[in-house]
Structure formats: structure tokens, C-alpha cells
């Protein structure tokens, strides 16, 4: 057949993790933890399942779930999303992007694109036909200029992907950020799609800049959400996106025939775990404890630390150590020191080499120890 995505590969977090696996490495590439989820949000959801709960959920997702999400928006960020209009539940914010994308970009479309970029936007709009404008940024702060974002607005722009605690850098926005991309998209019909994934991985009693927070934005925004992270649960493939009913409504024409409607029993499940809990955080100071832990070791090594403020990733440079590509030295990391880690180039369309790479610390201590002490080496 005629590929549809000729010049796409592999998605790097396969051929990482399979690296890591081959040369029995410890795994710092693709983002999971290496430690169970509260047993409590495993009863819920076995419980689930016992009473009966294994059948079609909604096509939008279980009220029960939709309910709670739309007042835990209401109390952080101050915004009122209906549960039965504007929020579905999905599987993984992965299906919220791709189903948000696949809902409002036609052939021809420009999307623009922050890069060092999470890897399924591009290929995505690619394969609607969609043009994607990136925007490089750079390190070590991968700052946004926004005036040089509005030279890349056309006829044809359509929409700017957002993610914040950004995937691989760690960077987060500001509200002086927002307050420029507001009077940027004031008096446009510009969409926004806003990768909030890591919305409550961020550090240093930093505030996370939602899309939600601001009314002149979230008329205009799908904000995609994931329970992986939120629940250390990345393989159950549970999230949502979140719009305003306009949007909703094409994002649900899309989302009913691509999955329909998505786990019964774990929606159920992280309901009652949610409502039991009572809280969305302690993820920030979870997370910042080991990051904090990570940089103390990594400071030993011979790498750069750039800034992390936020998800669970770390970057470090090496230009000074080694002329390596960032792909060659990830590699020569697996094979002779027995380290994943990724690549920071493969989240660019040009791959400019920074020399840049990715560690994943939603790790066990021990593991951050001993990979540490196998980086010293080098
Ligand atoms: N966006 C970003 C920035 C991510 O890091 C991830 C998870 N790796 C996703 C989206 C996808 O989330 P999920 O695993 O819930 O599909
Ligand atoms: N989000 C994870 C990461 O950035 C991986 C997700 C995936 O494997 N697709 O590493």
C-alpha cells in the first residue's frame, strides 16, 4: 500500500524500551514508573469488576467519573465544563489528542507545534492532512518568543498545540506566556489543543497555567487529561479532553466511532478511588522529592542539568563531553553502561542536535541510585 506517514518511523519510546530490554539496561527512556499503583485504586477497580461492571460504559464515559472531574476543574481552575456536554472520557490522553486533531484539522490546515514536541502531534496532523508549522525551541530554558510565533500565523492556521509541564523538556508556561498567546489569538478563529497530561507534576509551588483558567482561551481549546499519570497507572489507558460543548460535540461524531466508549470497571474504579481519596494532590511534592533526589545524584555525574519545573522528566546536556549525536550517544549509553534514555532530537521535524538527553525519574529510589552510579562512568 501507499504509506499514509512515509517518513515516520518507530515512535522512539519502542525502540528505546526494546533497546533497554536487549542489553538488560535499566530503563530511564520511556516515560512509566517501576513502582505499583495504590493497592486501594486496585480494590476499587477488582471490586468493579466483581460486582458486574463489565459491560459498555457510556459513549462519553461514566456520569460518576464525568461529575468528578467537572468539579475538580470547577475548584482548581475556576471553570464550569457540564459533565453530560463537554467532557469525555477517553483512552489515554493519547485517543483525547489524536480524536480532538482528527475532529476540526482538514487537508491543507496549518497546526503549529512547539518543539522539542511530544512525538504523536506531528504524525497526526500529518495523517489529516494537516501541515505542521514547528517552532524550535532551544536549551537550556526552551523560552517562547511570542512575537516570532505570530510570524508563522498564515490564512490557514488552524491550530496551536500547548503542553505544559512540557514532554521531554520539563519546561512549563507562564501566565505572562498566556497573556501574550490571548492577545495573539484575540480576534482569530485560531483552535487550541492544550496537553495538560502533567498538570499535576509541577514544582517549586509553581501554578499550573490551564487553559481552563482563562475564558478567553477555553472557549476556544480541547485540553487533553491522563489518569496514567495522575494514578502511576500508564498501562490502563485512561483519560479525557475537555471542551466547550461546540467543540465537544464534534470531538464525541469522532470519538463514538473510533472507540466508542473506553473500560467500564477502571472508570468505576477511579471514581470511587477519587471520591474516597477526596484529593487530586501530593502529586507535585511526590514527584519533586524525586527529582530533587535525581539532580543531587546527576549533579556528581558529568552532565549538564538543564531546569526541570515540571512532569516527571529530566534533560542533561553533554556537548562539552563528547561531538556524539544524541541518538549515537543513547545508544552507546544502553549498550556500555547499561542506561536508556531518549534522544531529545527525535521530538524535532528538523532533529537539530542540542546534544540532549531524557531520563525518566518516576523511578524507585534504588533505581535512580544505580543508574546513577553506571552514568559516573562515563
Ligand atoms: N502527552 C504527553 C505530553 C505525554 O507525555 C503522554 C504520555 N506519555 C501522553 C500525552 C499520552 O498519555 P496517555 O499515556 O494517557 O495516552
Ligand atoms: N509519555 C511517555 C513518554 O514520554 C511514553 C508514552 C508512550 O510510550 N507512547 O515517555
Redesign the pocket.
Known amino acids: 500500500i501507499q504509506s499514509k506517514l512515509p517518513h515516520t518511523g518507530t ?1 522512539i ?2 525502540v528505546m ?1 526494546k533497546l533497554a530490554e536487549e542489553h538488560n539496561a535499566i530503563n530511564l ?4 514508573p517501576d513502582y505499583d499503583c495504590d493497592p486501594k485504586l486496585l480494590s476499587f477497580v477488582t471490586e468493579a469488576m466483581q460486582k458486574g461492571f463489565n459491560q459498555y460504559a457510556p459513549m462519553p464515559g461514566l456520569p460518576a467519573l464525568r461529575e468528578l472531574i467537572a468539579e475538580k476543574v470547577s475548584n482548581l481552575y475556576g471553570a464550569n465544563y457540564h459533565p453530560d456536554t463537554e467532557i469525555t472520557i477517553t483512552a489515554g490522553g ?1 485517543q483525547a489528542i489524536f480524536t480532538a486533531l482528527s475532529s476540526c484539522i482538514s487537508s491543507g490546515d496549518e497546526v503549529i507545534i512547539f518543539e522539542p514536541a ?3 502531534y506531528a504524525p497526526t496532523v500529518k495523517l489529516l492532512g494537516g501541515l505542521v508549522k514547528p517552532y524550535e525551541l532551544a536549551p537550556p530554558n526552551y523560552e517562547i518568543d511570542w512575537e516570532m510565533v505570530k510570524k508563522l500565523f498564515t490564512a490557514n492556521t488552524k491550530m496551536i498545540i500547548l503542553n505544559s509541564p512540557q ?2 523538556t520539563g519546561c512549563i508556561l507562564s501566565e505572562k506566556d498566556i497573556k501574550a498567546l490571548i492577545k495573539l489569538t484575540k480576534n482569530t478563529d485560531i483552535l487550541i489543543l492544550s496537553d495538560e ?1 502533567y498538570e499535576h507534576i509541577i514544582f517549586d509551588n509553581n501554578k499550573h497555567q490551564s487553559i481552563a483558567l482563562y475564558p478567553e482561551l477555553r472557549e476556544r481549546s480541547f485540553i487533553a487529561a491522563s489518569f496514567g499519570k495522575l494514578l502511576h497507572a ?1 498501562g490502563w489507558k485512561l483519560g479525557y479532553c475537555l471542551a466547550p460543548e461546540k467543540l465537544m460535540k464534534e470531538f464525541r461524531k469522532v470519538h463514538q466511532f473510533n472507540v466508542f466508549s473506553v473500560n467500564t470497571p477502571m472508570q468505576l474504579g477511579i471514581a470511587n478511588y477519587l471520591k474516597d481519596a477526596g484529593t487530586y494532590m501530593g502529586l507535585s511534592s511526590f514527584f519533586q522529592q524525586k527529582r530533587d533526589f535525581f539532580r543531587k545524584l546527576l549533579a556528581e555525574t558529568n552532565f549538564n542539568l538543564l531546569p526541570c519545573n515540571g512532569s516527571y ?1 529530566q534533560c542533561v546536556s553533554y556537548g562539552h563531553l563528547s561531538e556524539e549525536k544524541d541518538t549515537d550517544m543513547a545508544i552507546r549509553l544502553v549498550k556500555n553502561y547499561g542506561v536508556a534514555s ?1 534522544p531529545v532530537s527525535a521530538f524535532y521535524t528538523r532533529n537539530p542536535d542540542h546534544q540532549v538527553l531524557r531520563f ?1 525519574f518516576a523511578k524507585k529510589q534504588e533505581t535512580l541510585e544505580k543508574a546513577v552510579e553506571r552514568l559516573m562512568k562515563l
Open positions: 515512535t519510546f519502542t524500551s527512556s520511556q516515560g512509566f493519547t511530544y512525538d504523536c514532554n521531554p497530561v500508564t522528566f531518549i525518566c
